[in-house]
């Protein structure tokens, strides 16, 4: 027996234009590995598309390729992940399935308050397959909490659970604060639990339970699993062993920057030399710079001149990460104070001197623009009327012509 596991394809995940086919694209290539590999069936736990009602254009490509598997006589077998789940039901892996084109193997019924699944039989191999659908939130806990367990673990055969959930003996330090569950909510016994939800790669033997695996994404869903990941994947099982098989779409090129102390300017220099003398062909490239800036803000780095000079080196696109680069112009300030006065006095006092205005006292005049710009406009005035008062109060207390 041989068969492909995979989850979390997200289709049309990516919103940017150059971007937006990319998991399309990536689908395509592990479905066309899976053909070459001839396996028996194929697994997808899970998060199909990015949305229950996904693009056309995205929905056509998808299309093409399930009913190439079905003259492949490969058949799919599916369970709906916490993207592909809608409240109102309607969702187009339905659709999919009245189709033909694979099979939802979400199947049971409540028995006595229990939930009581079915297993979908393969044809070809007489593996049996069952599952738990996702909901956003984690909120398929319930179903594993009111599952009937007892008879699952009694059938006989090759046995393979399909979940989309965050098990917690499996869950990395970096994602503690996911939405999880313990593994003793699953069905003890089956052969193979195929995971999906959780962004990882990882595939482990526990007693009790078999060959629980989480493929990770077809391909990384944000700038940071990019970072982390490079690329994605998914598993060909054969023999009782689990291979996980890359999909290289791109290639991906990391630039990770302190820059603490440095100006803009020097930021921009060591980003332009770190690139020198290399191309970057079909290559996506992710910038990370963190630290605190000596001066000028993280604006100030002309970013559209670096890109300009990576795309002429074959980049096919570039992403930036500035949320951890601050500035000591206008770092933020941590108080404990007791008031909203206090802070304000604080903050105030704390900025004053990176803005020369010219104005005896300061203070006073940055409290007295706070209060103009919080009063509303009086019942009955005119809008231009309000705003040619604010001008003129403002104009007062900064001693300058606002016009």
């Not at 899976?34 to 056309?56: M, Q, W, Y």
């Not at 992940?81 to 409240?87: F, M």
């Not at 699953?186 to 995971?195: E, I, N, Q, R, T």
Request: charged share 30%.
């Amino acid at each position: 027996m041989k068969f492909a596991h995979m989850a979390d394809c997200h289709i049309g995940s990516w919103r940017d234009p150059k971007l937006k086919d990319i998991s399309t694209e990536a689908f395509i290539r592990a479905v066309d590995k899976c053909t070459h590999e001839k396996v028996d069936f194929i697994l997808i736990a899970g998060d199909l598309f990015n949305t229950s009602l996904p693009r056309i254009d995205n929905l056509k490509a998808v299309v093409s390729k399930f009913r190439e598997l079905k003259e492949n006589n490969i058949p799919v077998y599916i369970i709906p992940g916490s993207h592909d789940y809608s409240p109102s039901g309607r969702t187009m892996l339905d659709v999919l399935e009245e189709a033909g084109l694979f099979v939802n193997v979400v199947k049971g019924e409540v028995v006595n308050e229990k939930l009581r699944l079915k297993f979908t039989v393969d044809v070809k191999t007489g593996a049996k397959i069952t599952g738990i659908l996702g909901k956003r939130g984690g909120l398929e806990k319930g179903y594993y909490e009111s599952l009937e367990t007892g008879h699952l673990e009694k059938e006989k055969g090759y046995k393979i659970f399909m979940f989309h959930s965050g098990i917690d003996e499996l869950k990395p330090k970096d994602m503690a604060n996911i939405i999880s569950q313990p593994i003793s909510l699953l069905p003890k016994g089956f052969d193979y639990y195929a995971g999906g939800h959780v962004h990882i790669v990882e595939d482990r033997q526990i007693e009790g339970y078999g060959l629980i695996a989480y493929p990770g994404p077809l391909f990384p869903n944000s700038f940071s699993e990019l970072e982390k990941l490079e690329r994605g994947g998914f598993y060909i099982v054969e023999d009782g062993k689990a291979k996980w098989e890359p999909i290289q779409v791109y290639n991906t090129h990391k630039i990770v920057l302190d820059c603490t102390n440095k100006s803009a300017e020097q930021v921009l220099e060591e980003l332009n030399n770190s690139v020198k003398g290399r191309e970057f062909i079909n290559t996506i490239i992710l910038i990370r710079l963190y630290g605190t800036l000596a001066s000028g803000k993280p604006t100030d780095i002309d970013f559209r001149e670096l890109f300009s000079v990576l795309q002429d080196k074959g980049a096919y696109f570039v992403m930036k990460n500035t949320n951890a680069l601050n500035t000591k112009e206008f770092e933020e300030i941590k108080v404990d104070m007791k008031s909203v006065e206090d802070v304000e006095e604080r903050l105030i006092r704390e900025h004053l001197g990176q803005i020369k205005a010219g104005i005896e006292d300061e203070t006073h005049a940055v409290k007295e623009l706070m209060n103009i710009l919080l009063q509303e406009r009086p019942e009955g005035m005119t809008k231009p009327d309000y705003e040619k008062k604010i001008k003129e109060e403002a104009s007062r207390i900064l001693e300058i012509d606002i016009s």
